[in-house]
């Protein structure tokens, strides 16, 4: 069977967009801002980004583009005979991790989408918006339906294919999100007592540096936000033709997500003080804040239902680029159809859902890591552990095992003034930076 490819380079593009922006850019990188201390934590994430995340972006693209396969085949037809597609494997591990939790989650987003289409929440309700959050996820069967309606749409426009239906999904909805973030931005900077908001993302407080676990925070949600390290993004590069230019397409990506994270830590610190709730409040954190800021402002109501709609729609697109991950190897390993390996591979997400969603209720007493419960369990084994190692292995493959020639030949460098910088940090400083912080992590060094 032939394999899929985009219409067109644009297409690539806001397909790659589409799955960097997401919930990691608004709910998750507002509360691990949050809880890793604001300024100092945005530092070392942007340091992330430019040093680690942007060369390595360029480097899972281009691997998927060469091998025009998926992240499993693609080191196996780059390097047969050779263990190295075991780091596909741990990427498609990390797709069904994060998809798990990453389904529950769009569905409070939902929830929260219909609740302002039905004006429940348009004004701050007698218990407060805190209230209303905490029993809407402790409770069993409400935050199951919308996980599993968020996960049968997800299913539904993987199985209808790339073109058609992943490449359309993309293309209305990011400019509003877009919109809408820089308009709430400069409401939320209106608030009274915003600056206390903006110190706290921008002006840093150095003594968190001494914990390592920041470090391994902002790597996490640098690989989170940019899809880096699932293969992902190797993956939509195999739907790529050589003509196209990788580059300055790969600069663009990381430069838009790590924008759109920016501009909503400008939307919810200023109002983290303002209303006055703790900025380490953790994952509910964007749940308790905006309905706040709604409630405030002029027309409140209206942009609640387009804020949650444009949110859900941003977290569809990066929900298909996830699940498209472990969707390709099988139809290719398998000879499944699209149809039949989107609803097997959709429903165990579903079920791994279930055990987060039930984890912030009846099951949290359980913690697989630490004092963890079982969401944060599987987003830190993903987002912490599995996508950096992920992110090492593409580092060391195409810095090491491919020829410095096959190295440029495959990220179109060949020409370019920056290969040497880019060959420099990705077989020495990418590798050596992801070790450290993991030492580091480990109270190694
Ligand atoms: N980057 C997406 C977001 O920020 C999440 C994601 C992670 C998507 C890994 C694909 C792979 O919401
Ligand atoms: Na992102």
New binding site residues.
């Given amino acids: 069977m032939q394999r899929e490819s985009w219409a067109s380079k644009l297409g690539f593009m806001l397909a790659a967009m589409g ?11 507002s509360y691990v801002a949050g809880e890793n201390g604001g300024g100092a934590f945005l530092i070392i994430y942007l340091a992330s980004i430019l040093l680690i995340g942007i060369p390595l972006l360029l480097t899972e693209v281009s691997i998927g583009r060469r091998a025009q396969s998926d992240v499993v085949g693609s080191y196996q037809k780059l390097a047969p005979g050779t263990p190295w597609f075991l780091a596909g494997f741990m990427g498609i591990g ?2 069904f991790l ?2 798990g939790f ?1 389904s529950v989650v769009a569905g409070w987003s939902m929830f929260y989408l219909w609740n302002y289409l039905t004006g429940r929440l348009f004004s701050v309700p007698a218990e407060g918006y805190g209230f209303v959050f905490d029993s809407f996820i402790t409770s069993v069967y409400q935050p199951l339906f919308w996980h599993g309606l968020f996960m049968i749409i997800t299913i539904f426009i993987v199985l209808t294919g790339v073109k058609k239906g992943i490449e359309f999904a993309n293309k209305l909805f990011m400019p509003t999100l877009a919109i809408l973030l820089l308009l709430l931005a400069a409401y939320s900077l209106s608030l009274e007592g915003a600056m206390e908001g903006v110190k706290f993302l921008f002006q840093p407080d150095w003594s968190v540096l001494d914990d390592p676990s920041v470090y391994i925070a902002a790597l996490g949600q640098a ?8 293969g ?2 190797m993956t939509y590069g195999s739907y790529l033709s050589k003509q196209h230019s990788l580059p300055g397409a790969t600069v663009g990506i990381g430069i838009m ?1 790590t924008l759109f ?1 920016v501009i909503s830590g400008i939307v919810i610190f200023p109002a983290v003080f303002a209303f006055q709730v703790a900025p380490d409040s953790g994952p509910k954190l964007v749940f308790i804040i905006l309905p706040d800021i709604f409630a405030q402002m002029p027309f409140g109501g209206f942009v609640g239902i387009l804020f949650f709609l444009s949110l859900t729609l ?2 569809i697109s ?2 298909i ?2 699940l498209e ?1 472990p969707v390709a190897y099988l139809i290719r390993v398998n000879n499944w159809s699209r149809r039949f390996a989107s609803i097997v591979t959709g429903s165990i997400m579903f079920g791994l859902g279930v055990a987060a969603s039930l984890g912030m209720g009846v099951l949290s007493d359980v913690s697989p890591i630490g004092n963890l419960n079982i969401m944060d369990s599987m987003d830190f084994v ?2 912490n552990i599995f ?1 950096p190692l992920g992110g090492l292995a593409m580092a060391i493959f195409i810095g090491w095992y491919f020829t410095k020639r096959e190295a440029f030949d495959s990220t179109d460098l060949t020409n370019s003034p920056l290969r040497g910088l880019w060959y420099i940090m990705i077989r020495y400083i990418v590798p050596v930076l992801i070790i450290i912080i993991f030492l580091n992590a480990l109270e190694l060094i």
């Fill in positions: 799955s960097a922006v997401g919930l990691g850019n608004i709910w998750r990188f990390a797709a994060i998809l990453y690989f989170f936000s940019l899809s880096l390290g699932v992902t993004m997500d994270a941003a977290a990066s929900s680029s996830l991950v993903a987002s996508l």
